[in-house]
């Protein structure tokens, strides 16, 4: 069982519907009880950071995160579910991040006019560490952005995936249990699906069972 | 790097995909469920749906079909046609669309382009822009309620806008409404040249140009594709390249389309 955080961003639908197709139950919820039984947390998102991060705190569930992440149970975070997890971000003022990993996310500023903001549309990835299970047996390393603002450095406890756009950026982190992704597996064709499906593989099954 | 995005483009009547010339003498083309995940294994980078339903529970059929859509198809798409309010927009995206696309109603009224975007996020906010080259005999019936001056037709003016699937002279400058709806919080344009549109004699290569040089977001370019030659060219100035014919009359596949760019050393997902 997946268990979807809602706390209001729009499209969620498409999230819902890949972890379907790969055959897994889902909960969709913002009811403390049951996000603090979640086996697997996902925490999908659109929108701007601020606005994210209040109605997170606002129902609790800033905490249940870190908690969760804490007891090192499995997590995915997606777009504005990956950023949250940093310490800060500039969107729209300097606003405070969950702070689970460290780094800043910063906007885009990029020196060739040609490039627009945001970055959107495939872009490859690049794993740090090529044995990282999340990302084998990807068909293609090309996945789906939408976004005008970014990790661009990696701290060393974790690993990931790096993008080129005008210059370098993290695009996931991957630690034990938990994977993160600036990108949309769940509109990444079968490359986001396969990433989705390591992580079950790796998290799903066994952890569903000893609940 | 990004690559450059191939995006097949279906008319939607009814639930049914359509193939027509100008609106008229439609012919039903399939399931467009199933139309979307063959362009989808064929490389398709995204979709869009147009919806030109005539029937009054045209919304209905719609969402219901959105729904349909999503639940099979994992690349983004993108629904348009008739779009002119919030709650519709908001009804798309809940049942799956990743973006919709907004002509007529930008134009009619820009402030839903400032609260859409706010509202859902500039990402899933597509403004088509349907352009044509000043005509001297072009008489725009438009009454505006907001000043539309900034964004006027003036001398130097060389593309005009037009609603209405093409039928409604605004007197906007296509460039101009193109920077103003970016301004407006649009997360891309969809352009379309209807001077090229049909023609398949190639895409308008100076108004897209000129277009995607004036905003800061993606542009992709719509009409007149005729050979694999005509995509590569636009994609040198432009971010995506939308296909409606060549596709849907099988006189090519989105694979054959990305192979060719990859020879002219166009970035595509391959």
Same mark, same amino acid.
């Given at each position: 069982?997946?268990?979807?955080? $809602?706390?209001?961003?729009?499209?969620?639908?498409?999230?819902?519907?890949?972890?379907?197709?790969?055959?897994?139950?889902?909960?969709?919820?913002?009811?403390?009880?049951?996000?603090?039984?979640?086996? @697997?947390?996902?925490?999908? /998102?659109?929108?701007?950071?601020?606005?994210?991060?209040?109605?997170?705190?606002?129902? /609790?569930?800033?905490?249940?995160?870190?908690?969760?992440?804490? *007891?090192?149970?499995?997590? @995915? /975070?997606?777009?504005?579910?990956?950023?949250?997890?940093?310490?800060?971000?500039?969107?729209?003022?300097?606003?405070?991040?969950?702070?689970?990993?460290?780094?800043? @996310?910063?906007?885009?500023?990029?020196?060739?006019?040609?490039?627009?903001?945001?970055?959107?549309?495939?872009?490859? @990835?690049?794993?740090?560490?090529?044995?990282?299970?999340?990302?084998?047996?990807?068909?293609?390393?090309?996945?789906?952005?939408?976004?005008?603002?970014?990790?661009? $450095?990696?701290?060393?406890?974790?690993?990931?995936?790096?993008?080129?756009?005008?210059?370098?950026?993290?695009?996931?982190?991957?630690?034990?249990?938990?994977?993160?992704?600036?990108?949309?597996?769940?509109?990444?064709? *079968?490359? /986001?699906?396969?990433?989705?499906?390591?992580?079950?593989?790796?998290?799903?099954?066994?952890?569903?069972?000893?609940? | 790097?990004?690559?450059?995005?191939?995006? +097949?483009?279906?008319?939607?009547?009814?639930?049914?995909?359509?193939?027509?010339?100008?609106?008229?003498?439609?012919?039903?083309?399939?399931?467009?469920?199933?139309?979307?995940?063959?362009?989808?294994?064929?490389?398709?980078?995204?979709?869009?749906?147009? #919806?030109?339903?005539?029937?009054? #529970?045209?919304?209905?059929?719609?969402?219901?079909?959105?729904?349909?859509?999503?639940?099979?198809?994992?690349?983004?798409?993108?629904?348009?046609?008739?779009?002119?309010?919030?709650?519709?927009?908001?009804?798309?995206?809940?049942?799956?669309?990743?973006? &919709?696309?907004?002509?007529?109603?930008?134009?009619?009224?820009?402030?839903?382009?400032?609260?859409?975007? &706010?509202?859902?996020?500039?990402?899933?906010?597509?403004?088509?822009?349907?352009?044509?080259?000043?005509?001297?005999?072009?008489?725009?019936? !438009?009454?505006?309620? !907001?000043?539309?001056? +900034?964004?006027?037709? #003036?001398?130097?003016?060389?593309?005009?806008?037009?609603?209405?699937?093409?039928?409604? +002279?605004?007197?906007?400058?296509?460039?101009?409404?193109?920077?103003?709806?970016?301004?407006?919080?649009?997360?891309?344009?969809?352009?379309?040249?209807?001077?090229?549109?049909?023609?398949?004699?190639?895409?308008?290569?100076?108004?897209?140009?000129?277009?995607?040089?004036?905003?800061?977001?993606?542009?992709?370019?719509?009409?007149?594709?005729?050979?694999?030659?005509?995509?590569?060219?636009?994609?040198?100035?432009?971010?995506?390249?939308?296909?409606?014919?060549?596709?849907?009359?099988?006189?090519?596949?989105?694979? #054959?389309?990305?192979?060719?760019?990859?020879?002219?050393?166009?970035?595509?997902?391959?």
């Amino acid at each position: 069982m997946v268990t979807i955080i $809602d706390y209001g961003a729009s499209n969620i639908k498409s999230v819902i519907k890949a972890f379907e197709h790969l055959g897994v139950d889902v909960l969709v919820t913002n009811e403390l009880d049951l996000l603090k039984k979640a086996e @697997i947390l996902v925490c999908p /998102g659109q929108g701007a950071f601020n606005q994210a991060i209040v109605a997170l705190k606002e129902k /609790g569930i800033d905490g249940l995160i870190k908690n969760h992440i804490k *007891e090192g149970r499995p997590f @995915i /975070g997606i777009c504005l579910g990956f950023q949250i997890l940093f310490e800060s971000s500039d969107e729209n003022g300097h606003h405070e991040g969950l702070g689970v990993f460290p780094g800043h @996310i910063r906007r885009f500023k990029l020196d060739d006019p040609k490039l627009k903001v945001p970055h959107m549309g495939w872009n490859l @990835i690049e794993p740090t560490n090529a044995d990282d299970c999340y990302f084998k047996n990807l068909p293609n390393n090309y996945v789906y952005f939408v976004h005008s603002y970014a990790l661009f $450095d990696l701290d060393k406890s974790l690993n990931g995936t790096k993008t080129m756009y005008g210059r370098e950026f993290i695009s996931s982190i991957s630690r034990d249990n938990v994977l993160a992704t600036q990108f949309h597996p769940e509109k990444s064709g *079968e490359s /986001g699906l396969m990433i989705l499906k390591n992580f079950l593989d790796k998290n799903g099954e066994s952890y569903a069972n000893t609940y | 790097m990004l690559t450059k995005r191939i995006i +097949p483009c279906l008319d939607v009547a009814d639930g049914r995909v359509v193939k027509g010339t100008n609106f008229v003498n439609l012919v039903d083309a399939g399931d467009p469920v199933e139309l979307a995940l063959r362009y989808d294994k064929e490389g398709a980078d995204e979709l869009v749906f147009l #919806d030109i339903t005539a029937s009054s #529970d045209k919304r209905a059929i719609l969402i219901e079909f959105v729904k349909k859509t999503a639940e099979v198809l994992f690349i983004p798409f993108t629904v348009g046609g008739g779009i002119n309010d919030s709650e519709t927009i908001r009804d798309l995206l809940l049942a799956g669309a990743d973006k &919709v696309s907004i002509n007529t109603a930008a134009v009619r009224n820009p402030a839903l382009i400032r609260e859409a975007s &706010v509202q859902f996020g500039s990402q899933c906010i597509v403004v088509a822009v349907d352009a044509r080259r000043i005509r001297e005999n072009s008489v725009s019936e !438009y009454s505006f309620d !907001y000043d539309v001056s +900034p964004v006027s037709i #003036d001398n130097e003016s060389v593309w005009e806008v037009y609603t209405h699937g093409g039928r409604k +002279p605004t007197g906007i400058d296509a460039v101009k409404w193109a920077k103003f709806m970016n301004e407006c919080g649009a997360g891309e344009i969809l352009l379309t040249s209807m001077d090229c549109d049909g023609t398949k004699d190639g895409y308008d290569i100076s108004l897209t140009k000129k277009v995607s040089d004036s905003v800061t977001i993606p542009v992709i370019a719509s009409g007149g594709a005729g050979t694999l030659e005509h995509i590569s060219d636009v994609l040198d100035c432009c971010d995506a390249a939308l296909l409606a014919s060549l596709l849907h009359y099988r006189l090519t596949t989105v694979g #054959d389309i990305k192979n060719h760019c990859q020879s002219k050393s166009v970035r595509v997902r391959l």
